[in-house]
C-alpha cells in the first residue's frame, strides 16, 4: 500500500481530505495535560524548549542542539529587509522559548499563540522572568483564526501538524504577513513510500500526538504556493536528531508490555504516538524538515 499525497490515516487527517473537522479541544487538553512533563522531564528542560534537539554542524552542546532550528530562524531574520523591530509571531509558541530566545538574538516585537492556557501561563512567568514583557507576549488562540493584523514573519516549529486545516494555516498566515516576509516551518513530513506498515505507523503517530496535518512536502509546496508564498529552501533535519536514545529503547520494550490497555485514554498515548514516530524516522516514512518560504 503505498502512502498517498496527502497522508490521511482516518479520522486524525480528516481536516487534509475534508472528511471532518478535528476535535482542536482534544489538542489543547493533550498540552494543557503533559505540559509540565514535556518540561520538566523533556531533555529540553534547561532552555524551556519542547522540540526536538538537532545536531547539525557546528553544534557541540546539548543548548546548541535545542537552538539550531531557531539559530537558522534568526539568521533568515536577519536577512529580511525591514524596519527594526520586527514583528515577529510564534504559531504555537509552547511556553514560549523559542520566542524569548529569538529576542536576544533580533530585534523584534514577538507574538506567540498557542491553544493551551497552561501554556500561555508559563510563558508569561517566563517572559516576565527574563525582563522581555514590553517586546514579547503570549495569547490564547487558534493560528487558523489570528487575532491579530500584520507582521514582517512567522514561523512554527512542531505545531504545524497539530493545526486542524492544513490549507487553512496558508491562508492565515498570508493574510497577517506582508509581502516581502517569511514564514519558516519546521516539523514532521511523510515521505512516500509502498511499505505495508507504513499507514498503520503514522495513524498511531496522529492518534498518540493528535496529528491532523500530516502531509508530504509536495502538498506542503502546493499549499504554500496557493496561498501565496514562495518556496526558498528545504533543510532535512532528519540525519541530525537522535533517535534510539535509551528513553526511546525502553519505551520500545515497555509498551508492547500494556498494549491491552486504550492507551489513548492514558498518559501513555503519547508515548505510543512517539513510539510510532521514532519507527516512521527510522524507517524513512517521516522526514524532519525546516522550510522557508517568503510572502509574495
Known sequence: MAVSDPVAPPPEN??????????????????????????????????????RA?????VTT?????????????????GLAAPDPLRVIDLGCGIGASLTYLAGLVPLRGTGVTLSPVQVQAATRRIAQLGLSDRVRVIEGSYTALPLDTADAAYAIESFVHGPDAARFFTEAARVIRPGGLLAVCDDFVRPSDAPSARRTLARFCRGWHVHSLVTAATLHRLADDAGFTHLSTTDLTPWLQLGRPRDVLIDLLLPLVGWLPLQDTRLGHLDGGRALQRALKRGWLGYDLVLFTRR
Not at 20 to 43: I, K, M
Not at 54 to 58: A, K, L, Q, R
Open 62 to 78: 546539548e543548548a546548541g542542539a535545542f537552538h539550531f532550528v531557531e539559530d537558522a530562524i534568526a539568521k533568515a531574520l536577519r
Open 14 to 51: 480528516a481536516s487534509t481530505t475534508g472528511r471532518h473537522a478535528p476535535d482542536l479541544d482534544a489538542v489543547r487538553r493533550f498540552y494543557d495535560r503533559n505540559t509540565a512533563a514535556f518540561v520538566t522531564l523533556g531533555q529540553g528542560h534547561d532552555v524551556g524548549a519542547i522540540h
Open 54 to 58: 538537532v545536531w547539525g554542524p557546528g
